[in-house]
Antibody, heavy 120, light 110 residues
Framework: QLQLQESGPGLVKPSQTLSLTCSVS??????????WGWIRQPPGKGLEYIGS???????YYNPSLESRITVSVDRSKNQFSLKLNSVTAADTAIYYC????????????WGKGTTVTVSS | QSALTQPASVSGSPGQSITISCTGT?????????VSWYQQYPGKAPKLIIY???KRPSGVSNRFSGSKSGNTASLTISGLQTEDEADYSC??????????FGGGTKLTVL
């Protein structure tokens, strides 16, 4: 069945760029039915939508983060990625990638999540 | 946009029913039929349990049900079981392909 796996550095220095990749297995990222999204969860807090991407490269971002984020897709590798620049301690969180059902706006398959700490 | 409002915690005894509310506005919860609910155990990823306000994915117990009235969506768990003890979060479409989550509710089964 479809599986998603996040990967990337667990520690990022303040003001630098956080970069994560989500590898999709058991299915194709090039489906017209789904977007592919990023969600994060700061320690002890609720979930926050970051953004999502269609296989064609069309993106949608959370307006509160839009100025700092870039989501991209690599169909040849069946992967999509997140870059968040100018990070601060407030960006410390568990980052999840997930499949977003297009036009119905729910996440039906999630990765296990990866912890990213922003600290010098 | 602001996060949806959920109670920080709810509790119930085995066999009872509980309801978790999720309050938004006329631009998110009240505007679309796209509220989803997620169950999350400590240290684990969220799991979809309700979508499109009231629909249940295959494999999710029918003890879980969703409803909505105006700007408030609700998740009801009937016949509480100890395994239901977890965090529950709501999420709503907010227009322009944006999504907003609630702050999460910790359910304790006494």
């Amino acid at each position: 069945q479809l599986q998603l796996q996040e990967s990337g550095p667990g520690l990022v220095k303040p003001s630098q760029t956080l970069s994560l990749t989500c590898s999709v297995s058991g299915g194709s990222i090039s489906s017209i039915l789904y977007y592919w999204g990023w969600i994060r969860q700061p320690p002890g807090k609720g979930l926050e939508y970051i953004g999502s991407i269609f296989y064609s490269g069309s993106t949608y971002y959370n307006p509160s983060l839009e100025s700092r984020i870039t989501v991209s897709v690599d169909r040849s590798k069946n992967q999509f990625s997140l870059k968040l620049n100018s990070v601060t301690a407030a960006d410390t969180a568990i980052y999840y990638c997930a499949r977003l059902v297009y036009s119905f706006y729910y996440f039906d398959v999630w990765g296990k999540g990866t912890t990213v700490t922003v600290s010098s | 946009q602001s996060a949806l409002t959920q109670p920080a915690s709810v509790s119930g005894s085995p066999g009872q029913s509980i309801t978790i509310s999720c309050t938004g506005t006329t631009t998110d919860v009240g505007a679309y039929e796209y509220v989803s609910w997620y169950q999350q155990y400590p240290g684990k990823a969220p799991k979809l349990i309700i979508y499109e306000d009231v629909k249940r994915p295959s494999g999710v117990s029918n003890r879980f049900s969703g409803s909505k009235s105006g700007n408030t969506a609700s998740l009801t768990i009937s016949g509480l079981q100890t395994e239901d003890e977890a965090d529950y979060s709501c999420c709503s479409y907010a227009g322009s392909s944006n999504l907003v989550f609630g702050g999460g509710t910790k359910l304790t089964v006494l």
